[in-house]
């Protein structure tokens, strides 16, 4: 009698401590589906991300390094070339934002609703975003030639205005990056504005039309309001893409002419694989990572003030 109570207490387990081991095992099961992933983050990211922090306080050579302190952060706040290139990526992270997000909305309410041609304009509007930046920006350097013949001048001259030099000017050089900037970030911002449509009662809609409310009126009191949040999200992730920018700025100017589109990503990239300053190119890194993490927390603060 007393073995069979033995063997029975031996099967049944308490509950708590059966619901205990079920999540005990979940939690397993699920940090070891995601241990290969953070070990390729800890190596390629996190990793390279310390090393970056240590090589920025030090004057870094072949082989040893000398520990410099805070003088990489005092060039790159005392150099006119950072300054320059830290004013430019600036300039192009809010003219980008800007510019994506008010024709990314404009775009997103001509297409929307349900009409069955509208998935291929949709589509077709979002090939650039899956299109490789290099090859744009390639496409693009091609359009920008400053000649007559250039595809940009000649769309230009239908309409009478004169060749510009795009590219080649100082003037133009950085205003020509923002538009080809634009033209990639549009579809996607676009997308993202047509999914938060589809969000927004419809009813609203109709009883506005009701109490005669014109159709600027509702897309200010109606549309708008309900968007909130989405513009909260593409002003953070345009402001950041536009901060990071680099393939466009590589492959179309290189920085030039004479430094008016340099930003501070080719910046960190010439300095470090061209002039071996690693020192300082790493303080660059740290200093635009402080940059765009400074910029994530102001636009939540705001977010969450504006939604109390």
Do not use: C
Not at 277 to 296: K, P, R, Y
Request: hydrophobic fraction near 55%.
């Amino acid at each position: 009698m007393t073995s069979t109570l033995t063997r029975a207490g031996a099967r049944t387990a308490p509950p708590h401590r059966r619901t205990k081991s079920v999540r005990w095992r979940g939690s397993l099961i699920a940090w070891l589906f995601l241990a290969p992933a953070l070990l390729l983050f800890l190596y390629f990211k996190f990793i390279p991300m310390a090393l970056g922090l240590w090589k920025s306080f030090h004057e870094v050579h072949y082989i040893t390094d000398t520990w410099v302190g805070l003088d990489n952060y005092k060039t790159i706040l005392t150099d006119d070339a950072f300054g320059a290139a830290i004013w430019h990526s600036i300039v192009l992270a809010l003219g980008t934002t800007i510019g994506s997000l008010v024709l990314g909305l404009g775009f997103a309410l001509l297409i929307e609703g349900p009409a069955r041609y509208l998935w291929f304009v949709r589509t077709a509007a979002f090939l650039p975003v899956v299109t490789t930046m290099a090859a744009v920006a390639e496409v693009w350097r091609i359009m920008f030639h400053p000649a007559d013949s250039g595809m940009l001048n000649t769309i230009i001259g239908w309409v009478g205005v004169d060749p510009q030099p795009w590219l080649a000017s100082e003037n133009s050089s950085l205003w020509s990056i923002m538009l080809m900037s634009i033209w990639r970030g549009t579809p996607y911002d676009m997308m993202i504005f047509l999914a938060g449509l589809v969000g927004v009662d419809r009813t609203l809609y109709e009883a506005a039309a009701v109490d005669g409310a014109s159709t600027w009126r509702r897309l200010r009191h109606i549309t708008l309001p309900a968007l909130r949040p989405v513009f909260w999200i593409l002003f953070t992730l345009a402001a950041i893409r536009g901060l990071r920018v680099f393939v466009e700025v590589y492959v179309l100017t290189n920085g030039g002419p004479n430094g008016s589109s340099e930003v501070l990503m080719t910046l960190i990239y010439k300095l470090g694989f061209q002039s071996n300053e690693l020192g300082v190119a790493s303080a660059g890194g740290i200093v635009l990572f402080l940059a765009t993490l400074a910029l994530t927390v102001v636009v939540q603060l705001l977010r969450r003030r504006q939604a109390a």
